[in-house]
């Protein structure tokens, strides 16, 4: 009797031939699922992984004009390298580093390697010279200038700072040589200095790296020797170094004295107060029945005179003698001054004298 055998086989077993169409689809699924996961990270890992980084650009096959904008308006710092390249015109970036796309922080140095093309001259040096001297250097060499300003402290005005591409490199004939010049130290914004006395505006002014004009005007309203304003005005800015007028108060304006002679007492103390003059007041003993009586025969300062307000003005005021002078005596007149005197503020008090 044949031994049986107990194997199974594909013709006794038809399910087998239904499994492989599936196994086969699950394949192609799952590396379908893993390419596509491949492709996602490789994306990802293109992008920009942290704040404040960008992606380099494509820049290669533009002209490095337009090259070094496209950089600098994304942060990134430029250096040009030229070279001689066959394959590309002069002044057309050929290469470049980093590679389009890597993600670097802002502020990143991409150096643009830059086609010199057949016809070459090398860079001069132009740091230190002034803007205009560089100007005719780069020129005899036929080269063209691009000029950028930056605020500097300590490099003088107009004053080349930096220099790209740098001195002694070799480049197209006709290329552009973009030069860094200073415009002087960063304007300053001129402080409020209003109720500081001048000596407190001379020290604010000259820390901030200011000069000091001085200039007095009178004022019924700022004190003595406080600030009343500056030219330029506050918040206005001034290039440093540059002074600023600062105008302080002589206190009030003087006043001329008013001409009061021939005036009643009373008259002539209104309008003295009226013009912020104090009065004192004198008396001079005349015979009695004279016209003169209660009238200003004499003052000091005399009329016209300038003088600060609040300053004592005096009168001499005509009063009545007690007694009548002897009818025989000659007729003689003496003046002196009274034994006594009142001040006014507003009003003035007389006070009788002696005399002659």
Do not use: C
Not at 61 to 88: D, K, S
Not at 221 to 230: A, E, N, Q
Not at 240 to 249: D, E, M
């Amino acid at each position: 009797m044949a031994a049986r055998n107990s194997e199974p086989t594909r013709a006794n077993h038809p399910e087998i031939h239904s499994r492989v169409p599936v196994l086969a689809t699950l394949l192609v699924a799952l590396i379908a699922t893993f390419g596509a996961l491949v492709w996602a990270i490789a994306e990802e890992l293109r992008r920009p992984a942290v704040a404040g980084e960008v992606e380099v650009p494509t820049v290669i096959g533009q002209p490095v004009v337009e090259a070094r904008r496209l950089v600098q308006r994304l942060g990134l710092e430029v250096r040009t390298t030229y070279e001689r390249n066959e394959e590309y015109d002069a002044e057309v970036v050929f290469d470049q580093e980093p590679r389009p796309g890597t993600p670097v922080r802002k502020g990143t140095v991409v150096t643009l390697f830059v086609s010199t093309g057949a016809d070459t001259v090398e860079v001069p040096e132009v740091v230190g010279m002034s803007l205009d001297a560089a100007r005719i250097v780069l020129l005899e060499a036929e080269l063209q200038v691009s000029e950028e300003r930056r605020f500097d402290p300590t490099v003088p005005l107009d004053q080349v700072i930096e220099q790209d591409p740098r001195a002694g490199e070799e480049v197209a004939r006709g290329s552009v040589v973009e030069v860094v010049v200073s415009a002087g130290p960063e304007p300053v914004a001129v402080p409020d200095l209003r109720g500081k006395t001048a000596v407190e505006a001379a020290v604010e002014l000259t820390r901030l790296g200011l000069g000091v004009t001085p200039r007095e005007e009178f004022s019924d309203t700022v004190p003595l020797g406080v600030v009343i304003r500056t030219e330029p005005p506050a918040g206005r800015t001034v290039q440093a170094g540059r002074p600023v007028v600062v105008v302080v108060s002589a206190g009030p304006a003087p006043v001329a004295v008013p001409d009061v002679l021939g005036m009643t007492r009373t008259q002539a103390v209104q309008i003295l107060n009226a013009a912020g003059l104090n009065v004192a007041v004198e008396t001079l003993r005349v015979p009695a029945g004279s016209e003169r009586i209660d009238m200003v025969v004499g003052q000091f300062p005399e009329p016209g005179t300038s003088v600060d307000r609040t300053s004592v003005v005096a009168i001499r005021v005509a009063v009545p003698m007690e007694t009548p002078p002897p009818t025989t005596a000659p007729s003689t007149t003496t003046t002196t001054r009274p034994s006594t005197t009142s001040t006014t503020q507003p009003t003035s008090t007389t006070q009788p004298g002696s005399g002659p």
